[in-house]
């Protein structure tokens, strides 16, 4: 019978309370939304949405580097990208089509959008798209996107910066899990049971044997 993630190789290795620590940490996972980021120029921008991600709690998080290459840059991520999945796709449409393919409705931030971000259906699987700093998203990704949206804004300027929407998109994320009850978008028991020993192995050896970077084309 195979053992428990507490009474595996890793999981001996660590103590009661830390790993108490990461139970909880995988119980308030969730898959069911996740960002996307479309090749974005800043490696501190990535980052930035990176940790944010992590502190929220999503698990899978879409780097798209078809025009600008992405690498990690761990003294930015403070650690935070050892315990998430993030997934470099070479192709935009070749991302698109692994999210539909697991349900995601896509959802595309842009300027000229007539739908808010706070009247979506936010029940349905989504993958938020935030384009690159200058350009925004590709024209292909917005001819193919499920659904645009804006951030309502007040003011003057026509944008925010990259990662301050993802703070502000992330955020609304959270409230929506709390007000609904976190527990109805966990992860199943099993995928919960495979992350923790993924968390067990990354925190008592490092990320060398079982890396969060994943490169697909």
Not at 133 to 155: C, S, W, Y
Not at 168 to 175: G, H, Q
């Amino acid at each position: 019978m195979t053992p428990s993630p507490d009474e595996s190789e890793y999981g001996r290795k660590l103590t009661e309370a830390r790993r108490a620590l990461l139970r909880d940490v995988v119980s308030k996972r969730t898959r069911h939304f996740s960002l996307v980021l479309e090749d974005l120029k800043d490696p501190h921008n990535i980052s930035a949405v990176i940790r944010t991600c992590e502190v929220f709690g999503l698990q899978d998080v879409h780097v798209i580097n078809e025009v600008n290459p992405y690498r990690v840059t761990r003294s930015v991520l403070k650690g935070s990208y050892k315990w998430l999945d993030i997934f470099c796709h070479a192709r935009r449409l070749a991302c698109m089509e692994h999210l539909h393919s697991r349900g995601y409705q896509i959802a595309v931030a842009s300027t000229a959008a007539t739908t808010s971000l706070f009247d979506l259906d936010l029940s349905k699987p989504t993958a938020f798209y935030l384009g690159s700093e200058t350009m925004g998203n590709h024209p292909d990704t917005l001819a193919k996107a499920d659904v645009r949206f804006k951030i309502p804004q007040q003011g003057l300027t026509e944008s925010m910066n990259v990662s301050v929407c993802a703070g502000v998109i992330v955020a609304t994320l959270d409230r929506f899990l709390r007000e609904q009850g976190r527990e109805r978008y966990a992860l199943s028991p099993a995928e919960q049971n495979t992350l923790l020993e993924t968390f067990y192995e990354r925190s008592a050896v490092g990320v060398d044997r079982n890396s969060p970077v994943h490169y697909l084309d």
